[in-house]
């Protein structure tokens, strides 16, 4: 079964803008070429994610930059639901994305979806990437993007990388128009796409391409992803 996000699919059992860096390095400015933001060392994406208007976990992308202008991404993600002390259920993530002169050059990553694992390694290998994973294994594009959802590019996608299990994910992507969303007490203006696939995922970016919100229902429960603070 495909999943569209990194948690998408395990929560069918019950995302302000800084000022872009014109400094930043090419080859991370290549990352999001249509856009002024790119990934600068130290910054982070930090979510509060929401299951029917309640706490349920928190979702977060780091980022470092290293001399040679080397990008990783990593992606945390820890939710829980439980009545009382009892935990129902839980879902962990930990991903790492490692991009070079614009492309990726490796990925791993390690879910535990409400007990069952899952695991994907990735790595370049000529004009291709080679995929070790728990639900995909062999060569695919240098062009595929992760489906960790910080980078913009991906609206223009019509598969994605799963981060969990190295799923190879068929989606759709449409652009539904201008919106506001709330950035910590402050409205952004965003334009909203609708990512089709098993589930359908609703996310917002703002005009210089900052990952800002996301959405979805699963199983009759509103999920939403909150900035915790700008970046």
């Known amino acids: 079964m495909t999943r569209i996000a990194p948690l998408a699919m395990a929560l069918l059992l019950l995302a302000g803008p ?35 208007g309640k706490p349920f976990g928190s979702h977060s992308v780091t980022f470092k930059v290293a001399p040679d202008g ?72 240098r062009d595929i993007l992760p489906a960790s959802h910080w980078n913009v590019a991906q609206t223009r996608a019509t598969e994605l990388l799963s981060t969990e299990d190295g799923e190879i994910i068929k989606v759709k992507v449409s652009d539904k128009g201008q919106d506001t969303v709330m950035v910590a007490g402050k409205r952004v203006e965003a334009t909203r796409y609708l990512m089709d696939s098993d589930i359908d995922v609703d996310l917002w970016y703002d005009a210089e391409g900052r990952w800002v919100k996301l959405a979805f229902v699963a199983r009759g429960q509103q999920i939403d992803y909150v900035l915790a603070r700008p970046y």
Do not use: N
Request: net charge negative; charged share 25%.
């Open 70 to 141: 080397t990008l990783t991404a990593t992606t945390d993600v820890r939710l829980k639901a439980g009545l009382g002390p009892i935990t129902l259920f839980h879902y962990a993530l930990d991903a790492s994305e490692t991009w070079k002169d614009g492309a990726l050059v490796a990925l791993k990553g390690a879910v535990d979806d409400d007990g069952k694992d899952g695991s994907v390694t990735a790595r370049a290998d000529g004009e291709a990437l080679a995929v070790a994973g728990t639900e995909y294994s062999g060569q695919v594009s």
């Open 18 to 52: 800084a000022i872009a860096d014109d400094s930043a390095p090419p080859e991370i400015a290549s990352v999001q070429s249509d856009f002024a933001w790119t990934p600068k060392d130290g910054d982070e994406i930090a979510f509060d994610v929401l299951r029917k």
